[in-house]
């Protein structure tokens, strides 16, 4: 009985968290001689409580000792193409804003994250992805749209 309802939880969580991301390529941008190259990364992932619909970000990674260690800032630049990939299907209600992505781009305090919208007027969703720091964010964003058809 304690099983299944940890199980039951676990599965709760696991629709409420953003979602994780395969990387799906990478190239380098600059060559280091010590420490990791600069890199544009290529990532993939599902949204959480939109079945049918894959995301794809692209964001630099900094290079460099600093960037092997975890230490280095990344920069804010950002992109995203969202698809249908199948039947679109809501798991559960979605919330504007809600954050569908997340990934760390410093050792502290700066993310880039993907939030969702839903545009009930025409049908259709919208994904942003920015970057935010606790002090001093960043403008930088991208946005793509989804319109919610029949498969």
């Given at each position: 009985?304690?099983?299944?309802?940890?199980?039951?939880?676990?599965?709760?969580?696991?629709?409420?968290?953003?979602?994780?991301?395969e990387e799906v390529?990478?190239?380098?941008?600059?060559?280091?001689?010590l420490g990791a190259n600069h890199k544009i990364v290529v990532e993939a992932?599902?949204?959480?409580?939109?079945?049918g619909v894959s995301c794809f970000v692209s964001r630099a990674k900094t290079g460099g000792v600093s960037g092997s260690l975890g230490l280095a800032e990344d920069t804010s630049d950002a992109s995203?193409?969202?698809?249908?990939?199948?039947?679109?299907?809501?798991?559960?209600?979605?919330k504007d804003g809600?954050?569908?992505?997340?990934?760390?781009?410093?050792?502290?305090?700066?993310?880039?994250q993907v939030?969702?919208?839903?545009?009930?007027?025409?049908?259709?969703l919208i994904y942003l992805t920015y970057s935010?720091?606790?002090?001093?964010?960043?403008?930088k964003n991208a946005i793509s749209a989804v319109v919610i058809r029949e498969w």
């Open positions: 009985m304690l099983r299944c309802a940890a199980a039951i939880g676990l599965a709760a969580l696991a629709f409420a968290a953003p979602a994780a991301a390529g990478e190239v380098t941008t600059a060559w280091k001689m992932f599902d949204d959480p409580k939109v079945e995203i193409a969202c698809r249908q990939v199948g039947p679109i299907r809501f798991l559960d209600k979605l809600e954050e569908v992505f997340g990934r760390k781009a410093s050792i502290m305090f700066k993310t880039i939030v969702r919208f839903h545009d009930t007027k025409r049908d259709t935010d720091k606790l002090i001093d964010g960043s403008p």
